[in-house]
Each structure stands twice: as C-alpha cells, then as structure tokens.
C-alpha cells in the first residue's frame, strides 16, 4: 500500500496481503457460523423451556398420567422437546411393566434407566454446539492476533527499501494489520457471551429435568 493509498476501512482488507485476508476471511466464516448458531440455539432453548413450563402446569395440576402421555405421544417429535420426551419414556417403560404384571423395585430401576437415556440425548441436544462458540471465543483473538503480526513484519520489512522512514509510510501496514486483531475481537466477544449465557440457561434447565424425574420415580415407586 502506498502512501496515497485510501485508507479506508474495505480498502484496506483489500489491499491488505494475502496471509492476512485468509485470517480475515477464516473470522468472518467462524462469526457467521457463530451467529447462525447463536440464532438456533435462542430458539432451541426457548422451546425447551416453554415446554418445560406448559408440561409441569399440566402435570402437576393432577390430571390423568395416561391422558397427559397420549396427548404427549400424538405431537409430532419436532415440536416437543426436554421434559414432556423424558415423561414420555418413562411412562412408556411404566406401563411396559405394569402390563406385565412386573411392577416392583426393578420394574422402578428400568422406569429410572429410560428416564436418564433419554434425559442424557435431550441435554445432548441443548448442548450441542456449544463447544463451537466455545473454541470461536477463545482462539479467535489469536488468529486475529496472527494477521496483524505477519501485516505488521511486512510493513516493518517494506522499510528497509526506503531511504528515510516515515509514521507516514509505515501507517497503512500497521492499519491494514490491526484490522484483523479487530474482527478476531468482533467474532470472538458474541461468541463467548453467547457461551456463557447457553451454558448457564442449559445447567437451569437440566437440573429441572433431573428433579421432575426424581419426583417421576417416587410417583412410580408409590405406585409399584
């Protein structure tokens, strides 16, 4: 870049070398995957914690267990999620058992085991991707680190051909560089608020899973 150049903000990626536009670009990518996940994540959760919600009002208001699993088993599966899945298996494995005439403390184990299989994929499925924003937080900042240190080598190593340096002539480099310290920070930042936000909304709702499910068995447990 020379020293007329245009120093505005596009002008300098594009001028910029091309280790350092492949570091911008693999931030870019990793902060529109960030924000595609963020959005499905803000939808996942909702809906699971709606459902938690409308399925503890219904169950808790002491209607039928059979009623509320036959309105459970007719929803299409894309539109339950968390709690009403986890009832779900281990009404379905209740009444397994009672049809069998097996309704006793190991009946009240494998009511327990269908339960937690079921309960360990919904959380598997809240906490999916998760670890992505994980990693784009934390190694962004450094990627973004690494093109401004190679930009700022290459203005550095343009000066040995003049003459006499200048702020002037070593400027553009050192902007163009630090451009991609600034997009590493604009990708990482969303991503690790994101994170921590994700990860404390998805232990609140696990821990109402775990306590429906502990409440679930000593229901089963009273009956068998």
Same mark, same amino acid.
């Given at each position: 870049?020379?020293?007329?150049?245009?120093?505005?903000?596009?002008?300098?990626?594009?001028?910029?070398?091309?280790?350092?536009?492949?570091?911008?670009?693999?931030?870019?990518?990793?902060?529109?995957?960030?924000?595609?996940?963020?959005?499905?994540?803000?939808?996942? !959760?909702?809906?699971?914690?709606?459902?938690?919600?409308?399925?503890?009002?219904?169950?808790?208001?002491?209607?039928?267990?059979?009623?509320?699993?036959?309105?459970?088993?007719?929803?299409?599966? /894309?539109?339950?999620?968390?709690?009403?899945?986890?009832?779900?298996?281990?009404?379905?494995?209740?009444?397994?058992?009672?049809?069998?005439?097996?309704?006793? /403390?190991?009946?009240?184990?494998?009511?327990?085991?269908?339960?937690?299989?079921?309960?360990?994929?919904?959380?598997?499925?809240?906490?999916?991707?998760?670890?992505? !924003?994980?990693?784009?937080?934390?190694?962004?900042?450094?990627?973004?680190?690494?093109?401004?240190?190679?930009?700022?080598?290459?203005?550095?190593?343009?000066?040995?051909?003049?003459?006499?340096?200048?702020?002037?002539?070593?400027?553009?480099?050192?902007?163009?560089?630090?451009?991609?310290?600034?997009?590493?920070?604009?990708?990482?930042?969303?991503?690790?608020?994101?994170?921590?936000?994700?990860?404390?909304?998805?232990?609140?709702?696990?821990?109402?899973?775990?306590?429906?499910?502990?409440?679930?068995?000593?229901?089963?447990?009273?009956?068998?």
């Amino acid at each position: 870049m020379t020293i007329g150049s245009d120093l505005s903000f596009f002008s300098l990626i594009w001028d910029a070398s091309l280790p350092v536009q492949a570091v911008m670009l693999i931030l870019v990518i990793a902060s529109m995957a960030s924000w595609k996940i963020i959005y499905l994540k803000i939808k996942t !959760l909702k809906m699971a914690e709606q459902n938690t919600d409308d399925f503890e009002k219904i169950f808790w208001s002491g209607g039928s267990l059979s009623n509320l699993y036959e309105s459970v088993s007719v929803k299409p599966p /894309k539109d339950i999620l968390g709690l009403p899945v986890i009832f779900k298996a281990g009404y379905k494995e209740y009444m397994s058992n009672k049809n069998t005439g097996a309704l006793d /403390k190991k009946s009240v184990e494998s009511v327990r085991r269908a339960m937690s299989a079921t309960y360990n994929r919904e959380v598997d499925t809240l906490d999916r991707h998760l670890p992505f !924003l994980a990693s784009v937080g934390s190694v962004s900042p450094y990627i973004g680190l690494f093109g401004t240190v190679w930009g700022i080598m290459n203005a550095f190593i343009g000066l040995a051909n003049v003459a006499q340096a200048s702020l002037a002539q070593v400027a553009p480099g050192i902007a163009e560089a630090l451009i991609a310290t600034a997009i590493g920070l604009f990708a990482a930042i969303p991503a690790v608020i994101a994170y921590n936000k994700f990860a404390s909304k998805v232990d609140r709702i696990s821990i109402r899973y775990e306590s429906f499910m502990e409440e679930f068995i000593n229901i089963m447990d009273r009956k068998g």
